[in-house]
């Protein structure tokens, strides 16, 4: 059985850590712990918290701890070190709201999925008052557009990789429900904006990340948002992220051809991004990064390159594009079918060698059934009569 912790990073939200609370004490699934982490809030956020932690301690471990102000990601990494009785962290910002069932089927999800550490859900967006917001809102039609594409990746037309690079869809830490031990290996990261973006782009690399479909979390949209700011700040740290994933990966993607294929998908996708990051800067950024290296340091490291992957350079990129080709048709427009045919012509050569297994499965079962030893097994009750 696992055993849960619900960390709540808290700053200046006394009007609404009380229901956050609320929302984990009234889980089907209670946890094991509830961690308050108050990150040097100014308002009345702690004393509200304190009055709400005397009804939760009855059910639950329950406490509260104080620090000078060193931003979310340091609230968090500090109750992921302090909760070492449990092996399941759940986060919830201290204006968010769990729906009930939220933590049981969680953790039955992960305990069904050992190779996944992290998991996400879908999330509906609630206002100030705590109401739905309308469905014609431009952040729900925003949502509502990155969401629907869980169906193609049910389909398997878009990878998680892919679908984090078009959009933070998960979008909040509040969303994280993750294994301790993964999360200790990963810490959150100094950024202001973007730590959880960072996460989620480390777990999908890694094919750790788990989605549920379903919602189970309320996101509160209100003015005080940490992620309301000037688009040139967010940008900037967003370029900053892609960065800072590119050197942590820089090993694996040395070593492993499937990081470099999620790799590729991702950069693909972020080309068409609605995160807020501008690729077309990150190339430019990276170039004049690569600018700083002498030629014979470029040199070496392409013909390390070539030397590690001589099965990925036997053939050109995007080869069925040429045999898709139509008079009209811009090539860029046949990508992503060109792409979707070679994943259709992977699983036809599997298939052909599943059928080619089985004739000569049947081949040999159609001898052994012309010998006597079946004959008599069969007399005996040992084997089938058909």
């Not at 849960?4 to 609320?22: C, D, K, M, S």
């Not at 509502?144 to 990789?161: I, K």
């Not at 309320?218 to 994933?245: C, F, G, Q, S, W």
């Not at 052909?352 to 007399?379: A, D, M, P, Y």
Request: glycine share 4%; proline share 5%.
């Amino acid at each position: 059985m696992s055993r849960i912790a619900v960390i709540i990073p808290l700053y200046n939200h006394q009007e609404f850590i009380g229901e956050t609370i609320r929302s984990v004490l009234a889980q089907t699934k209670l946890p094991t712990r509830l961690l308050i982490i108050d990150d040097g809030s100014t308002d009345g956020s702690v004393a509200v918290a304190r009055q709400f932690l005397g009804e939760a301690s009855k059910s639950i471990n329950a406490e509260l701890i104080e620090q000078t102000n060193a931003g979310a990601h340091a609230a968090l990494n500090r109750g992921i070190m302090l909760v070492e009785d449990c092996d399941l962290i759940a986060i919830i910002n201290s204006d968010d709201r769990f729906l009930p069932g939220r933590l049981e089927k969680a953790s039955a999800m992960l305990q069904e999925n050992l190779s996944a550490n992290l998991l996400c859900t879908r999330l509906r967006l609630i206002g100030r008052n705590g109401v739905a917001l309308p469905e014609e809102e431009p952040r729900s039609k925003w949502f509502q557009a990155v969401w629907s594409l869980h169906a193609a990746f049910e389909r398997g037309e878009l990878s998680l990789p892919e679908w984090l690079g078009i959009a933070n869809f998960p979008a909040t830490t509040s969303n994280f429900i993750a294994r301790r031990c993964w999360l200790l290996e990963h810490p959150f990261r100094d950024y202001r904006y973007a730590h959880d973006y960072f996460a989620l782009l480390t777990a999908a690399m890694e094919g750790v990340l788990l989605v549920d479909p379903e919602v189970s979390l309320e996101y509160r949209v209100h003015p005080a948002n940490t992620i309301t700011t000037t688009p040139a700040k967010l940008m900037a740290e967003m370029l900053r992220v892609v960065l800072d994933l590119a050197v942590s990966l820089a090993p694996s993607l040395k070593t492993s051809p499937e990081m470099r294929a999620r790799w590729a998908g991702c950069q693909r996708a972020m080309w068409t991004n609605v995160s807020g990051l501008r690729q077309d800067l990150f190339h430019s950024l990276t170039a004049d990064l690569l600018s700083c290296l002498s030629e014979e340091t470029l040199a070496k490291a392409i013909e390390f390159w070539v030397q590690m992957n001589p099965q990925e350079l036997q053939s050109f990129p995007n080869k069925p594009l040429v045999n898709l080709k139509k008079p009209g048709i811009p090539f860029g427009e046949l990508s992503a079918l060109a792409s979707r045919l070679q994943m259709l012509q992977k699983e036809r050569d599997e298939l052909k060698e599943q059928v080619r297994s089985l004739r000569h499965e049947s081949k040999l079962l159609k001898r052994l059934r012309q010998t006597g030893w079946f004959s008599i097994g069969q007399h005996l009750g040992l084997l089938p009569k058909k």
